[in-house]
């Protein structure tokens, strides 16, 4: 989600099911409470997950339904996106998914020492940026 959405730990963190709206091929979160980034007086702009068709395997949507579904039983009451995986299931902090992020790029062989959670933000909008991707979508997700 970090990647493909460009969002800080703190934004993913904020994710709430009650501001998620789901298709078939997307997920919109229209966030209910401002984010960092949101000036005063300004709308929060959707954070949209697109489907990846080509294979489901990696796909941010086809994963976050699953999530979904699987930790619906285990979050009682909690409305934050992101629980923990150990009993009592509580809602994780932005650390959490900060070392979750970064246990992610460890495993596939990113240096951490370098590079961290943050970096995804300027590592994903680059990369979008050389494969020609519009710049109103990767300014606006």
């Known amino acids: ?10 934004t993913i ?3 709430n099911l009650e501001d998620m709206t789901n298709t078939e091929s997307q997920i919109t ?20 997950f697109t489907s990846y068709s ?9 994963t976050l339904k699953e999530y979904s579904a699987l930790t619906e039983d285990l979050r009682g009451h909690c409305k934050q996106l992101f629980i923990s995986y150990l009993k009592p299931f509580h809602p994780v902090s932005r650390s959490t998914i900060s070392r979750w992020v970064k246990e992610v790029m460890k495993a596939a ?3 951490v020492a370098k590079f961290k ?6 590592a994903s909008t680059s990369k979008a940026s050389l494969c020609s991707v519009p710049l109103d979508q990767i300014v606006c997700g």
């Not at 959670?117 to 300027?122: A, I, L, Q």
């Open 13 to 15: 963190n904020m994710l």
């Open 1 to 10: 989600m970090s990647l493909v959405s460009a969002q800080c730990g703190q």
């Open 29 to 48: 979160f229209v966030m209910s409470k401002p984010i960092k980034q949101t000036k005063a007086g300004v709308k929060s702009v959707p954070i949209k």
């Open 117 to 122: 959670p943050h970096s995804t933000r300027s």
């Open 109 to 111: 062989g990113i240096n």
């Open 54 to 62: 080509a294979d489901p395997t990696p796909c941010v949507v086809t």
